[in-house]
């Protein structure tokens, strides 16, 4: 009786490790040395965001199937340069990121149909009048009329 025990936790335990061992966790970016050493930069991007009296806003259009993301009037010039990354924390094949191209109501559409649902990180990392600026927001992608 208890040698069947011993055995099955020991088999157990093996199972447990073997899987451990073969699964892939994306819990850090591929490039953490490098972000670690810009960590500083992105912080005054971020504080300099945070300042923003009116910063960048994303609405989510599940019936659509569409990320908005508008930027306030104060927040766009001619020289506005930038990209908008949608990061996936659990698998870093699936992130996304497009340059920010405004339409002339300060807007940009995101369609989201072919990515998974869940949620993400959406990170807008912008510069306008040399200044850079970034902010990070999670979100909610759910399937259509959810």
Do not use: C
């Amino acid at each position: 009786g208890i040698a069947l025990l011993y055995v099955s936790f020991a088999l157990f335990m093996v199972t447990i490790v073997i899987y451990v061992s073969t699964e892939d966790f994306h819990l850090v970016d591929r490039n953490y040395y490098e972000n670690g050493l810009n960590y500083q930069q992105q912080l005054d991007k971020t504080n300099r965001a945070t300042a923003l009296s009116r910063k960048p806003t994303f609405s989510v259009n599940r019936e659509d199937q569409l990320i908005m993301v508008t930027f306030p009037d104060e927040t766009v010039a001619d020289n506005l340069t930038g990209t908008i990354t949608l990061y996936n924390p659990t698998d870093e094949n699936k992130d996304i990121s497009l340059p920010i191209s405004l339409n002339q109501d300060n807007v940009q559409w995101i369609p989201y149909s072919s990515l998974s649902t869940g949620s993400w990180k959406l990170k807008i990392d912008w510069s306008v009048n040399k200044k850079t600026y970034f902010i990070e927001e999670s979100v909610y992608l759910a399937s259509k009329g959810k």
